[in-house]
């Protein structure tokens, strides 16, 4: 294995454990990811905190640009995170772009509590993502989507009822393993590797 290889295998396994446990490393773990964290550091993707390091959203588009510059695909990324860490990966992209980005947003409405994998704020709109990580192709894209414009129509009514927010609010499915963005029961369908287009 080469030593740019060795530096991508390193920063992908830092990547894993940051989106599949969050941007906090204790001493120990720091030590483990020297090299990787001073890279971070030094370019503004990590600071040091009193007992080990934290990764900022900047951080975690600098690892993934490492791991993709070392001969990693995108795909060999997101197959190597579990679904907590897929939704990470999207919802930093967002961040990275400075908007707002809540993780597991939950509402009630009637009784019933829903929960939003990704909700994005924008100037003018809010976006509601519900985030696939399908691993085989045996899935119902036409369910998820039926399900994902029922859970955004049902904060918008939470939204303006409850919170006082008057922004459209607009549904999203990003999924692993579709090839091109559709429309779909009203509700966008969006490969993992388009988010970056849409968060400009």
């Not at 295998?9 to 969050?22: D, P, V």
């Not at 483990?32 to 007992?51: F, I, M, P, Q, T």
């Not at 995170?81 to 897929?86: A, E, Q």
């Not at 990003?174 to 988010?195: H, M, Y």
Request: charged share 30%.
């Amino acid at each position: 294995m080469s030593r740019e290889e060795s530096w991508g295998k390193n920063c992908l396994k830092l990547l894993k454990r940051l989106l599949e446990k969050g941007p906090l490393l204790c001493r120990k773990e720091a030590s483990e990811y020297v090299e990787c964290l001073k890279l971070l550091s030094e370019e503004g993707g990590a600071v040091e905190v009193c007992r080990g390091a934290k990764v900022l959203p900047e951080g975690f588009l600098m690892l993934l640009k490492q791991v993709l510059e070392s001969g990693d695909s995108l795909e060999s990324v997101v197959k190597s995170v579990n679904w907590r860490g897929f939704e990470r990966v999207i919802a930093e992209v967002f961040r990275v772009k400075g908007f707002r980005v809540l993780e597991h947003f939950r509402f009630r409405i009637k009784k019933t509590v829903r929960e939003i994998d990704v909700l994005v704020e924008t100037p003018s709109m809010l976006i509601s993502i519900d985030c696939k990580q399908w691993v085989k192709r045996n899935y119902n894209i036409h369910s998820a989507s039926r399900l994902q414009f029922e859970r955004t129509r049902l904060l918008y009514q939470y939204l303006t009822g409850k919170e006082n927010i008057r922004k459209p609010v607009y549904p999203l499915v990003v999924t692993f393993l579709d090839s091109e963005a559709r429309v779909l029961e009203g509700c966008l369908i969006l490969p993992v590797w388009k988010i970056g287009s849409l968060s400009e």
